[in-house]
């Protein structure tokens, strides 16, 4: 059964940094996406990042530049660096998996994604 377990949120000012980790584990195929979405107060949820299945990044504008995510095949782990956090990046954090056959392609933000962390939540005060 897959599972997807984040860590890393917390309070912090504007202007800081945090990096968000997610442990995947219950799966063994090779074709996936992974990603960073989150859910501001009364917002839809928004992807913030991923990795489509060929391990290309895709950003939402609003973290271009000051997010980084990156991702370890071996350990099945997938880390997001905060840089300048701003009050508007409240939210809480998802980490999502997407399983592919062998050879398809899944296109990260752009895509679906079938299965989902329980969340972490980050707040950025001014």
């Known amino acids: 059964q897959v599972r997807l377990v984040e860590f890393g949120g917390g309070s912090l000012q504007a202007g800081g940094s945090l990096r968000l980790s997610c442990a995947a584990s219950g799966f063994t195929a090779t074709g996936y996406c992974m990603g960073w979405f989150r859910q501001r107060s009364g917002k839809e949820r928004e992807g913030v990042a991923s990795f489509d299945s060929l391990g290309r990044t895709t950003y939402a504008d609003s973290v271009k530049g000051r997010f980084t995510i990156s991702r370890d095949n071996v350990k099945n782990t997938l880390d997001l660096e905060m840089n300048s956090l701003k009050p508007e990046d409240t939210a809480v954090y998802y980490c999502?998996?997407?399983?592919?056959?062998?050879?398809?392609?899944?296109?990260?933000?752009?895509?679906?994604?079938?299965?989902w962390g329980q969340g972490t939540q980050v707040t950025v005060s001014s």
């Open positions: 999502a998996l997407e399983l592919v056959p062998d050879g398809k392609y899944c296109s990260g933000l752009g895509g679906t994604f079938g299965h």
